[in-house]
């Protein structure tokens, strides 16, 4: 048995790792580029990272469950598009009214998700989500005749473009649901069980767990903070588009990976999502100060990606070694 010390000392060397690839990436870029430690640069960062955070946060409860998400990119679609028909065809303005339309929309899409996977019986919600991310997609161009909509009222942009005392209102958002989900995954018990989950469904189920309901709340979880990236994303652009938050899905997995997440589930934090996504944030924005294509970020992105799930592999394969070990010492 791995007693709590055991389980906080495995959480910090998971987030050790990914901190120091951060903080050397950043001074590699502080050397290669003049001005990226500067007071404007590194608030451009925050911002670059908060959207990504946030459905990383949100991934993460799904991964932590053994599952993934591939519908928060469209759900990012869906909640500004909600907003903007709401808007140019309603001629609704009320921001608390548009804000709520939009997190109802995470909130439905994110419960659907759970429902599939869990009532049907899918052998994994790859299958569920990504039907659901396509029907979506399809959903969002149907409803804007594939054309952009803007017109929204300050109070829907404020999240993405206002700053307090020139700190992003966005990151902001980013440090108090960071800070609520850490709370809630590591001081309740609904977030030990949602590792325990993770770590064996069945042994959980047959403990008493109630693992369907909370697989439906991870789904509706994730769900919810992309809405909330949809929301921040319109404030930063001025408009919502049917194809926004394409590739989402795959900036979050990586961050969740980067910090520690495992696809088997049971692993990862909530601090390590967020270094991670900082990670890529730094990663994109040097590449981008250094004239970089969209095409080589992708590029690069894409081995990132690939180097995160082999250190999962092989991580996970050495944590398997250990525990042989320690059954054939007992």
């Not at 495992?262 to 924005?285: C, E, H, K, P, Q």
């Amino acid at each position: 048995m791995i007693g709590k010390s055991g389980i906080k000392k495995s959480k910090f060397s998971n987030i050790l790792g990914p901190f120091i690839a951060l903080m050397l990436l950043s001074l590699l870029s502080s050397v290669a580029i003049n001005k990226f430690f500067s007071v404007a640069n590194l608030l451009n960062i925050l911002r670059q990272a908060s959207i990504n955070t946030l459905v990383a946060t949100g991934m993460l409860f799904v991964l932590l469950t053994g599952g993934i998400d591939l519908s928060v990119g469209a759900i990012i679609a869906l909640s500004g598009c909600m907003m903007g028909m709401i808007v140019n065809k309603g001629g609704l303005t009320d921001p608390a009214l548009l804000l709520l339309v939009g997190i109802l929309c995470g909130i439905v899409v994110g419960l659907v998700n759970g429902l599939l996977f869990t009532q049907l019986n899918l052998p994994h919600p790859f299958v569920s989500t990504l039907g659901t991310q396509l029907f979506i997609r399809g959903f969002c161009l149907w409803l804007t005749g594939s054309a952009s909509s803007g017109g929204f009222p300050d109070g829907v942009m404020y999240l993405g473009y206002a700053s307090i005392g020139g700190f992003p209102v966005s990151f902001l958002l980013v440090i108090l649901v960071v800070v609520i989900a850490s709370i809630f995954l590591n001081w309740t018990a609904t977030g030990r069980y949602i590792y325990s989950i993770g770590g064996n469904r069945e042994a959980s189920r047959l403990s008493g767990i109630k693992v369907k309901p909370l697989l439906n709340l991870t789904y509706t979880l994730s769900g919810v903070l992309s809405a909330l990236a949809g929301i921040v994303l319109v404030g930063r652009v001025g408009l919502a588009y049917p194809n926004a938050g394409s590739g989402y899905e795959m900036n979050a997995i990586a961050a969740c990976v980067i910090g520690g997440a495992s696809f088997n589930g049971g692993r990862g934090s909530i601090g390590g999502t967020l270094i991670g996504a900082l990670l890529i944030a730094v990663l994109n924005n040097s590449l981008n100060l250094l004239g970089a294509k969209s095409d080589v970020q992708q590029m690069i992105l894409g081995l990132v990606v690939v180097t995160a799930v082999f250190i999962d592999v092989v991580r996970g394969q050495q944590e398997a070694r250990i525990r042989r070990l320690a059954q054939a010492k007992e």
